[in-house]
């Protein structure tokens, strides 16, 4: 998929990945609430999408809330939940005029009807997109994702659609979420914490990483620049040797 008038690099990173942390240190350092840092992060979204598809990203996968946030202050939650509503009712619609599709990956049966309904609204509206993919990882668990398409395919077996034998890496892989997406190629994580937090554990099997110690709500496009030339600087072998490797005394 090629992104509207784009400079496309033959080493641009096709998906893109972003654990957005950092929004309650923002804030504290402002003397805010943790709330304020979270309303700031929700603004940074609308003007990174619009420099990935600017740069030829096709893909650009946040998480926005993980399995385990749940265990946040009920009004952090509260919040939270009411952010990411109103920027889907906001938000939706632009998207689907740019061509953006919007899909949400994690468990919903945890949200508000009122949540699930926007959610799944927000995702018809954008559809047709066809000029990015925008996902939003909410209530979402990499260990969760590798549950659930474990969970699928022991559904298959049972019924009798498919033998246990048939269960490879490539069956585990296309029952878990972001399979019809490209390989996230890069993975960044803001505000200095060096870990993935459940994040996307099976498919970041060959990202590559990046962390910078930018705090989420001033992750601006000088950040996302740094973040792909530090991309563009890395030489992925995926197990194998390349010309590089080739270059030195041969072996
Ligand atoms: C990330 O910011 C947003 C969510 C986890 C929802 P944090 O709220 O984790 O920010 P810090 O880590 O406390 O600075
Ligand atoms: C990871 O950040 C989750 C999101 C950014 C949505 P956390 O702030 O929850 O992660 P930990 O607790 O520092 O590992
Ligand atoms: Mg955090």
Known sequence: MSIGGAQLSSSSPR???IIMDGNGRW????????SAGHKAGVERIRDLLSACRGRGVE???????????????PKEVELLMSLFHSYLRKEARRMCDEGVRLRVIGRRDRFSPRLQRAI???EEITRQGRQGDLVIAADYGGR???TQAARQLAKQVASG????????EQALDSNMQLADLPPVDLLIRSSGEQRISNFILWQAAYS??????TLWPDFDEAALDAAIAAFQQRDRRFGGRTDEGNTAAQA
């Open 27 to 34: 804030a504290a350092r402002r003397g805010l609430s943790p």
């Open 161 to 168: 659609e498919r033998s246990v034998d048939s269960i490879d």
């Open 120 to 122: 799944a609204e927000a």
């Open 15 to 17: 998906h893109i990945a």
């Open 59 to 73: 893909a650009l996968t946040l998480f926005a809330f993980s399995s385990e946030n749940w265990q946040r202050p």
């Open 208 to 213: 590559e990483l990046y962390f910078t110690d």
């Open 144 to 146: 969760w994702d590798i």
